[in-house]
């Protein structure tokens, strides 16, 4: 492989083609949905391994297959808009959330891989995932 610059070229060609053409025909939103996807499962990968779980195919392929479905509906979301409505800001809409989702998620890994997470984020996370055992939140005295 004398020519790895040809090769790192070649990937980024094919790369941002593919993001070009999902940007163009379902919109921004549901292409950063993807890049973010990939980034939380590698994120989630490192975080793994770094708490020594290791890895487990199975635990993989069931998340990625999570994150395959999600991208289906929104992308069969976003045709049926696009063919009967002609836009596709409701699919923007479910895309976003999805990907507001995906950053939390990606925190988490960053938390679980060692990096410092800011106390106010960890609680917001919780609040945000329904746990009422969030820090002062069954305390009687923030009961007006």
């Known amino acids: 492989m004398e020519r790895v610059d040809l090769v790192f070229k070649s990937v980024l060609l094919f790369f941002g083609g593919l993001f070009s053409i999902l940007a163009d025909n379902f919109g921004l939103l549901f292409a950063i949905l993807i890049v973010v996807q990939i980034v939380d499962f590698i994120t989630g990968t490192i975080a793994s391994i770094k708490e020594g779980k290791g890895l487990r195919s199975s635990i993989g392929i069931t998340g990625f297959s999570k994150k395959v479905v999600t991208l289906l509906i929104i992308g069969v979301f976003y045709l049926i808009e696009i063919n009967l409505f002609g836009s596709n800001i409701s699919g923007d809409a479910v895309a976003a959330v999805y990907v507001g989702l995906e950053l939390l998620s990606i925190t988490e890994n960053a938390g679980r891989m060692g990096v410092y997470i800011h106390p106010k984020i960890t609680q917001m ?17 923030n009961i007006s």
Do not use: H
């Open 125 to 141: 996370i919780t609040i945000l995932k329904g746990d009422d055992k969030a820090e002062g939140l069954n305390d009687d005295k």
